[in-house]
């Protein structure tokens, strides 16, 4: 099993910064794609940004290319999402998820084939 644990969140103005952490515990040597999602009220859940955590690969959304970025310290089992240049669509519930399969370029941002998710961390960004 593996706990994941988010931290960060808060409320900024359009414009600001966050960095999202996601602490990863337990069989972490299973974990083959770490990805961050986000779920605003009335909206499905929706793919933000993932990392191969053995190659270094990362995906995103179009809609954050440019102001998100995933990284990942590996001696701290922790993932980051650096998000600039915040807009206030940008609010919504944001959740670490890991997967013991590797994260493809036409599958990372499928919800259903991470295997951990963590509680959530909310982001609201005002105008």
């Known amino acids: 099993q593996v706990q994941l644990m988010e931290s960060g969140g808060g409320s900024v103005q359009a414009g600001g910064s966050l960095r999202l952490s996601c602490a990863a515990s337990?069989?972490?040597?299973?974990?083959?794609?770490m990805g961050w999602f986000r779920q605003a009220p009335g909206k499905e859940r929706e793919g933000v940004a993932s990392?191969?955590?053995?190659?270094?690969?990362?995906y995103n959304v179009d809609s954050v290319k440019g102001r998100f970025t995933i990284s990942q310290d590996n001696a701290k089992n922790t993932v980051y999402l650096q998000m600039n240049s915040l807009k206030p669509e940008d609010t919504a519930m944001y959740y670490c998820a890991a997967d013991r399969r590797a994260c493809y370029l036409g599958s990372w941002f499928h919800s259903h084939e991470y295997d951990y998710w963590g509680q959530g961390t909310q982001v609201t960004v005002s105008s």
């Open positions: 337990g069989d972490t040597g299973t974990i083959y794609c």
């Open positions: 990392i191969n955590p053995l190659s270094g690969s990362t």
